[in-house]
């Protein structure tokens, strides 16, 4: 019985702590740490997988934004030289 209690103990730590390390890992990629706080609690070190596989939102963005002033340089360089 005791050992039961136990296993039930540890596999209850494993789940709160995946999630809690999934939640930084979701936070630090600019996604939703709740959701995936879930993920971890519910399947443990697998949703902890999940999360490190996704991609990182906050580059995602900075590279749009990067090509977006890149495209406007550019079409101010090929006015300018147009004129």
């Given at each position: 019985m005791a050992d039961a209690?136990?296993?039930l103990l540890g596999a209850l730590v494993?789940?709160?702590v995946?999630?809690?390390l999934a939640r930084e890992v979701a936070l630090s990629?600019?996604?939703h740490g709740g959701r995936w706080f879930a993920a971890?609690?519910?399947f443990g070190?697998?949703?902890l997988i999940a999360v490190a596989g996704i991609s990182d939102r906050?580059?995602?963005m900075l590279l749009n934004r990067l090509l977006?002033?890149?495209s406007q340089i550019e079409e101010d360089i090929d006015h300018q030289q147009s004129h």
């Amino acid at each position: 019985m005791a050992d039961a209690r136990l296993q039930l103990l540890g596999a209850l730590v494993l789940a709160v702590v995946s999630g809690g390390l999934a939640r930084e890992v979701a936070l630090s990629k600019g996604r939703h740490g709740g959701r995936w706080f879930a993920a971890g609690l519910l399947f443990g070190p697998l949703g902890l997988i999940a999360v490190a596989g996704i991609s990182d939102r906050k580059n995602h963005m900075l590279l749009n934004r990067l090509l977006q002033v890149s495209s406007q340089i550019e079409e101010d360089i090929d006015h300018q030289q147009s004129h």
